[in-house]
């Protein structure tokens, strides 16, 4: 049987705790400490029935046999309106007084309501409660808690001390703020032109590292001590007058893990493939985590001044990839270039800056910051040391962040040439001593408003991780992908290939693909050629694909890191078997046929109309059988005028969960009370039949 609150009830009464405390011991004889102490919702009803004098009420009661509860009515009725208009006037006359009092006063006649998170210290209580600091010691104190003015207490003590100032005490949500943070939105007048964010990436050797030093060098000021750039992953270059900032850290399995983590940090990446080499496995990789991601790509073809270079050839390939260039009829900006001759750099930037115009990146100045950590590590002399890369908003020195499951203030902030400044805005990569653990790369930061806060939230978070790491949340599987899509009418299952031979990729690869129909959708994000890798595991678990591999094993750091992330890896060595698997998997995931099934119907008899109920059907079941909680539709006159649940059902005075035909039965319909004599009440369920082709 649920309960109330004294104070609830009073509030609901319109009168104090105390004055309702007073009639309860004296009227009724029940013993009540305080007011947060509960009392019987049944109980509770009769008194409001009593003080608010609900004649229904008291009517409802007779037709219910309450005998006992009648005679306490007619017995205490005009003695308890006294006592109401008592305090009423009380009330008044203590309002009267109040106005006269100071703030302080007003608030200990009033029932006060205070929010508090997981702890305060015994300073912010004190405050709250509008009380001096040594008597909330004091109180503590008798207690059994030694606590100094600064010392944090957590909840219950905290209610505690609270029920002895008859102040109640609700749990503030420490998440909410990090969600408001979060889901913030932007006016449009707010918005104003931010840098690019480029990432470089290519195959091994082909010269992206050549590449990212000739920008540097030819854009980056000479201005640090020694000329030597500090480095932090990332740095920002001007061109004509426009500045571009680019990470250098990422490469392909770093891109795609920060995306796993849902920070999606890059704007535009370039491609770099070497003219005399062409496109090579790593590549291919990169264009198919570009795709995934939904990236835009610039093509720098490099090594143009190599005696054997041929950019046709490199144009063919990316073609082949499904990469055409504009040159070529298509829609991917390529430039022909030369790191080592430092030849035609500044035409690749240029193009870098007109994507970005195409893509209209703007972001608001004004605002707390939130941002990627680009990568952090652990410096004997400085601690934790994170390097951020500011997206929305401009951090501070000074500011209060909170960086995944870790937290901190920000004590000193250097930008990438090592220089120490006092804020950084959107597209800004920035050093930052202060945070209280290392973070991880990939984790979003956010400015909250204090450390205290910022400290909360970390360690919710932390709670938070520590629970979905025990239930470990699978990711997509053959065998349960029909209970894990999505909604939506189009489903998509992601594959990645691996297989021994390019010849059967190619053919794995299209004979997936030819499965794809209007309701299902197969597409294979990646193919390649040897063992499962770390990396395709990581591609998996970020676009939440499964890996194929046909006579290909996983290594073992591939199998550790499935197990890890919770990718499904299939291993075939017939490709017909593969294709079999795929195809009842899709069959899984197409939505079942529904029919009708018609459980039974009973014809309405009799109506009665009870308060806080409503209207109940007195019934005689024609046929079939009735179930609680069953699909229900009322018919009246062959029309179907309501369709609903069955809310209760009973037989005499006792639930039942059906009721066969032949046999009458009390019921009443979830949310419809206009039911009438000879009205239809017809049970169904809806039964799915599951789709047996494609």
């Not at 309405?604 to 539709?633: D, F, H, P």
């Amino acid at each position: 049987m649920s309960k109330i609150r004294v104070h609830e009830l009073a509030k609901e009464l319109n009168i104090s705790s105390k004055e309702l405390i007073t009639l309860l011991m004296e009227e009724f004889n029940v013993e009540v400490k305080n007011h947060m102490s509960t009392i019987e919702d049944e109980d509770a009803e009769l008194i409001k029935e009593l003080v608010l004098g609900n004649s229904a009420a008291k009517s409802e009661a007779s037709v219910e046999g309450k005998e006992e509860s009648k005679s306490i009515v007619d017995e205490y009725e005009d003695k308890l309106a006294d006592e109401l208009n008592k305090g009423k006037k009380k009330k008044k006359k203590t309002k009267k007084e109040e106005s006269l009092k100071d703030e302080g006063n007003e608030n200990m006649e009033e029932t006060q309501i205070i929010q508090i998170g997981e702890s305060i210290t015994v300073k912010e209580l004190a405050e709250k409660l509008n009380k001096p600091s040594n008597d909330v010691i004091r109180t503590l104190i008798f207690q059994g808690v030694m606590a100094a003015i600064n010392a944090e207490i957590d909840f219950e003590t905290a209610e505690k001390v609270c029920a002895e100032y008859e102040v109640i005490v609700e749990k503030q949500e420490e998440n909410d703020e990090l969600e408001v943070l979060e889901i913030e939105e932007d006016d449009e007048e707010n918005l104003k032109k931010r840098p690019p964010i480029v990432t470089v990436m290519g195959h091994v050797d082909h010269g992206k590292t050549s590449l990212l030093d000739c920008i540097r060098k030819a854009k980056v000021t000479d201005s640090e001590a020694g000329g030597i750039t500090q480095h932090i992953g990332a740095y920002t270059i001007k061109l004509n007058g426009e500045e571009i900032t680019f990470l250098d850290t990422p490469g392909h399995e770093a891109f795609t893990a920060m995306r796993a983590r849902g920070a999606q940090i890059t704007d535009i990446v370039i491609l770099v493939v070497a003219a005399d080499d062409g496109i090579m496995p790593q590549t291919k990789e990169a264009i198919d985590h570009c795709k995934a991601a939904g990236v835009p790509i610039i093509v720098a073809i490099n090594k143009i001044d190599k005696p054997g270079a041929n950019p046709d050839r490199v144009k063919q390939e990316l073609a082949d990839q499904g990469l055409l260039v504009e040159s070529w009829g298509g829609d991917v900006i390529s430039e022909e270039v030369s790191a080592k001759q430092n030849l035609n750099i500044d035409k690749l930037l240029e193009m870098v800056l007109l994507s970005a115009e195409m893509l209209e990146l703007k972001a608001n100045a004004n605002r707390r910051a939130v941002g990627t950590v680009i990568e952090a590590k652990l410096d004997k002399g400085r601690g934790s040391v994170a390097s951020l890369l500011v997206q929305n908003g401009t951090l501070h020195v000074g500011d209060s962040i909170l960086v995944g499951s870790t937290y901190g203030r920000v004590r000193a902030m250097f930008d990438d040439t090592g220089k120490k400044i006092k804020s950084a805005g959107p597209s800004i990569p920035v050093e930052v001593l202060g945070l209280s653990e290392v973070p991880e790369a990939g984790d979003r930061f956010n400015q909250v408003k204090d450390e205290k806060t910022a400290r909360n939230m970390a360690e919710t978070r932390k709670e938070k991780l520590k629970a979905e790491t025990l239930l470990a949340s699978h990711k997509v599987s053959l065998e349960d992908l029909y209970n894990q899509i999505k909604e939506g009418k189009v489903k998509e299952l992601s594959i990645i290939v691996k297989a021994d031979v390019q010849g059967s990729v190619q053919a794995i690869k299209g004979s997936l693909e030819k499965l794809s129909t209007d309701d299902v959708k197969v597409r294979v994000i990646h193919g390649g050629v040897g063992a499962i890798t770390e990396t395709d595991v990581t591609l998996a678990n970020a676009s939440n694909a499964i890996v194929i591999g046909f006579n290909v094993r996983p290594d073992n750091n591939a199998v550790a890191q499935a197990d890890k992330e919770g990718v499904d890896i299939k291993t075939y060595r017939i490709i017909y078997d593969a294709i079999e698997d795929v195809k009842s998997a899709m069959i899984g995931m197409l939505e079942p046929e529904y029919k009708e099934v018609v459980l039974g119907s009973a014809e309405v008899r009799e109506t009665y109309k009870i308060s806080n109920v409503g209207t109940i059907a007195g019934c005689y079941v024609l046929n079939g059988k009735l179930q609680r909680n069953a699909e229900t539709r009322v018919i009246r006159d062959g029309i179907v005028i309501f369709e609903s649940t069955l809310s209760s059902l009973k037989r005499f005075k006792d639930d039942a969960k059906e009721v066969n035909a032949g046999y009458e039965c009390g019921l009443t319909v979830d949310k419809f009370n206009n039911i009438k004599e000879g009205d239809i009440v017809e049970c169904f369920m809806m039964e799915a039949i599951k789709r047996k082709e494609l």
